[in-house]
């Protein structure tokens, strides 16, 4: 990875402002729209099947986040996807909880083999249920078995260009060590903190800045979602040498937005710790 | 603008405490319902047709808020408006994206045409939707070409008159300078800061607030209104002042419902930048 | 109350890392993720009835909350209810606004006369409408007529302890004074903040806060939910103490989370305000 690509990701993001269409779950949703406002972006909900194409249309990218579906909203990805397809925007698909039911997996495996996939962004539990990898998922969170480790790290990153290499997309798995792949390399990221963890919403901002950078670096979508996902953690180590006395967790999740906000691409060239496995 | 009417709008608020119906969206409703309590007001969300009847009657007033909209909730807003319009409850229409879909003008344009709306409350790119006049929208942001500015004041602030007149209902227009009109008079407010742009859910919280200052002050629904759009804009500068190093947007979403909370009907008075246009 | 009993049941919370699966209103479910991982759980939130027999089937309690009620979403509580009832999962009920709408007053008798609920969380007005006792509520808050005071507080408790041995839960009715009881006796807990009024959400945390206290004490459900209210009321209390010059309710409500966060055992047991009232 050289560096100054980091750099220039998040200056793109900043320079071209793009709209961001989520459909994403109403738990983490606020902390989205505030996410992508901090990182230079503009945000836009709708979900509603009869509104949703013509959102996309002004969009530069599509976010699909699987984490409270329901029947309608689903159908509303599927048409969203869709027209963000035929007007080639870049989709990032978050399978939240799949492997955690039966909607779950065939929701977000049906999305990923209808639509042209641009970023896969989630846990290894939920990214191996993708695959049809036999996994059980603790709810939202990883299983503990499935977490990467420097012990599984290379079998871990070419688990993850497999999978990208089958479905055409970048597959960003994040947990302690982030892999993001394509078909061809993949990039271990050691940016992050533990406390990114105790509060919801880390995985579903991340996914939602992963439409922006991917938007605005369409011709290095690897290097964008590697930039991205150093971004957040760098932000997140940030945010957490902020925490003093009585700080918990919603401070935390506080500071780690402003410090999406307040991080230049001179601070993630600095503090970007990214090493390439494969 | 007299001063003393801008405080006793805000005293009687919080004297009142009116209990305020909304029917918002997902992305900003948890920011509406902390701003009306911060204000003095007591908020109260139902989308669901079934329920929206009940809950408007025991309610002062009613905010229809489309930037989720979806089939469920679109009917739900048409039965709650119908049963505040039987009850004379004030009725706000804030048309979030009006421009930015068939679906939102549409449905924006039917509210307003078939509930006597008490107050519109939107960007300029959305009230131009509303009025018919051909406008392009930046998704939920206002088109720069829309903004209005001292060059156009007077012309934006008698095409919210004429809006006024043909619809019956205060007009809202809110950006870097605001204008609150009925069908006789205009004003501008220059309250406000930059950051509130930096930000989901400025507009949404203002729109609820506009529907307690409604409730609360039945007799002078322009004064309200300004008073209003002069309180939250002085709450972002009073956020804007508390901005400390490594604070972002998240810390000035706290600090903005903070200052609505801890602003007094003296601080309106002084610190409102009210002025009469038209 | 032994005061070891309080300490345990938080420890034990920690400890066990409950997933509670959460049908809840969409205006306080971020509010509610984060406390519930400030307290040591895990949040899963599911409200599609195709969605969430498998959720709560990976869960160990289910909080059922009506407070933005619709028609899927009561479908879903239903068929979320029966798994978790098979499964001998606690089923907490928080009826939002029952009494303020015929919808909400139905829905929540419902699922209490057809669940084995174990925790209901209310205030006294919502409590009163689910008993049948006349009553009217003040939207989502308690109407003044119904609070808790050193008054009534013995017939407070005996209608509590009456509604429990009717239905068989732990009927918890917070307020100024909170009364916890079961059949056979009541507790007063006199922790909290009244500026826990001032923010929307500490009812519906509470409620999950009650699923995770729930599933990791089920020995002692009684205790279990006095710990959790004197918990919240005692992070309330901590809250509160940090609120500095132009902090609102906004940093209240990050403070009041942050608290869940840091507070221990020992704090617990030794700042925990209880008393047995029956």
Known sequence: MRPFALKSALTNVRTASPIVHCITNYVTVNDC?????????????????????DITSICSSLV???????????????????KAAELSHPIVL???????????????????????IAVVRGNMSEVKALAGASS??????????DAVTDDNLAQS???ACELAAK???????TGAIDIIADAS??????NGSAL?????????????????????????????????????????????QRMKAHDGNASFRTYLIDALCTLTGDDLEAGALVERVL
């Open 64 to 82: 699909l986040n699987i984490g409270t579906l329901n029947e309608r909203s689903i159908e509303g990805m599927r048409v969203a996807g869709a």
């Open 167 to 173: 479905t055409g997309s970048v597959i960003a798995i």
């Open 94 to 116: 978050d399978p939240v909880g799949a492997g955690a039911s039966a909607l779950r997996t065939e929701t977000a495996c049906q999305l990923l083999d209808s639509l042209p």
């Open 196 to 240: 990114m963890g105790k509060i919801t919403g880390a995985g579903c901002m991340l996914s939602c800045l992963a439409g922006a950078f991917a938007a605005a670096n369409p011709e290095c979508p690897l290097e964008a979602a590697v930039a991205c996902v150093a971004f957040e953690g760098l932000a997140g180590q940030k945010a957490a």
């Open 157 to 159: 990153a070419a688990f």
């Open 185 to 190: 390399c993949a990039y271990a990221v050691r």
């Open 33 to 53: 729209a505030n996410a992508l406002l901090a990182c230079g972006a503009s945000p836009i909900m709708s979900d509603e099947p009869a509104d949703v194409a």
């Open 136 to 145: 059980s998922t603790r709810g939202v969170d990883v299983n503990p078995d």
